[in-house]
T-cell receptor, first 116, second 113 residues
């Protein structure tokens, strides 16, 4: 079974530029999550898709971040325009658990974003 | 705000020297306490889920336990390959019926041969 795939693995951009991160979840997993780890801090929740719908986007830092999940398959996270504080590692995770079920997440390797 | 606090931040052990990692949480309505392992350059990898106080789970040299406010990850006779960052997380149901998982900052474990 293929795992969760993320790309790019590392992106270096200038402040003000745009970056798009992509996540391919495990096939058949309806739940897709984005998390972010900023240097020295904990892994923080950004948002949760159930199929193509945003179920919880309470962790999105501001409107410079836009997440989409086309047809309930892969997801993209766009940062536009990028700021220095957006630097960190962005993790995607997926799960097949539904309502009222404990949520074991399978993570991708992460996309490291460096904003200069 | 729900919080997960892990200690120590870093731990250095000699091979074979047993120890425990601590995770304390402040949340009501816990629906799962999770332990993950993370190696450098990789995403977190699931280890255990605990649901209720008194529950224990084991995998090789690792044993996780849960009380009402804390969880411990006991490492017995560790080997260098156990070196990693160990993450604790808790799950709480949101208003939509889905579980939101919140992570601690982790304990970085180094096992010296």
């Amino acid at each position: 079974e293929a795992g969760v795939t993320q790309f790019p693995s590392h992106s270096v951009i200038e402040k003000g530029q745009t970056v798009t991160l992509r996540c391919d979840p495990i096939s058949g997993h309806d739940n897709l999550y984005w998390y972010r780890r900023v240097m020295g801090k904990e892994i923080k929740f950004l948002l949760h898709f159930v199929k193509e719908s945003k179920q919880d986007e309470s962790g999105m830092p501001n409107n410079r971040f836009l997440a989409e999940r086309t047809g309930g398959t892969y997801s993209t996270l766009k940062v536009q325009p990028a700021e220095l504080e957006d630097s960190g590692v962005y993790f995607c995770a997926s799960s097949d658990r539904g309502l009222f079920r404990a949520n074991v997440l399978t993570f991708g390797a992460g996309s490291r974003l460096t904003v200069l | 705000e729900d919080q997960v606090t892990q200690s120590p931040e870093a731990l250095r052990l000699q091979e074979g020297e047993s120890s425990s990692l601590n995770c304390s949480y402040t949340v009501s309505g816990l629906r799962g306490l999770f332990w993950y392992r993370q190696d450098p350059g990789k995403g977190p990898e699931f280890l255990f889920t605990l649901y209720s106080a008194g529950e224990e789970k084991e995998k090789e040299r690792l044993k996780a336990t849960l009380t009402k406010k804390e969880s411990f990850l006991h490492i017995t006779a560790p080997k260098p390959e156990d070196s990693a960052t160990y993450l604790c997380a808790h799950g709480v149901m949101n208003s939509g019926g889905y579980q939101k998982v919140t992570f601690g900052t982790g304990t970085k474990l180094q096992v010296i041969p």
